[in-house]
């Protein structure tokens, strides 16, 4: 039984593999190769190469290997608002980080808060590989096993990302001490002066 559980990026290897490693047998590439190859002499062997329908597949899998990784294969979930520079850190436990641009003052959410598979799988829906405008948000998984930065994914759902930012802040706990105190307040303070989403 096939495992359904691979990665997009382990299918597309599989599939390039099957494709240079010589002749395609399949009926529907035998087809294809008769209606685009020229006619041969008599005796002159039929020449073999990459099955078209394995390329179209290849060409599938390489579009879809570009958007958001397994949920499996993110260490945390980062996502900064379109238009300006909020961001939000998201763990698999449920917990998460509110920043705003460079400011060292943080905003600690508990466990639970966020359901991470159920947020994966609204971000998947919503990202794309190019950006549109220059006031696009960012999504970034984070990958478990500590490779390079991937190249950032944009989305223009601004008022789904203020939806998850609100979700932050209305389980902030207290602040347990009054640095942490002016650190939140600083923050929640520049949070409701933003404008809301157009």
Known sequence: ???????ASERT??????????????????????????PKHRGESHPRGPCPMTLLLLTILL???????????????VITSPRDGWRLTVM?????????????????V???TFDFRQLHSSLATRVRSTQTSSESGTVECRSVQKEPPRAPLYFDDERFATQQFE?????????SDSIEKEHVETL????DRRARPR
């Open 1 to 7: 039984m096939p495992n359904v559980s691979r990665t």
């Open 13 to 38: 290897d599989q599939l390039r593999q099957h494709t240079e490693a010589g002749p395609c047998h399949d009926l529907v590439c035998d087809i294809a190769r008769r209606r685009t190859d020229p």
């Open 167 to 175: 979700r932050a802040w209305a389980r902030a706990p207290e602040p």
């Open 92 to 108: 698999p436990d449920g917990s998460a980080r509110v920043n705003y641009a460079a400011l060292p003052q943080t905003l600690e």
């Open 63 to 77: 579009a879809q290997s570009a958007g958001l990784p397994d949920v499996g294969l993110c260490a945390a979930l």
């Open 110 to 112: 508990p466990p639970r």
């Open 188 to 191: 929640r303070g520049m949070w």
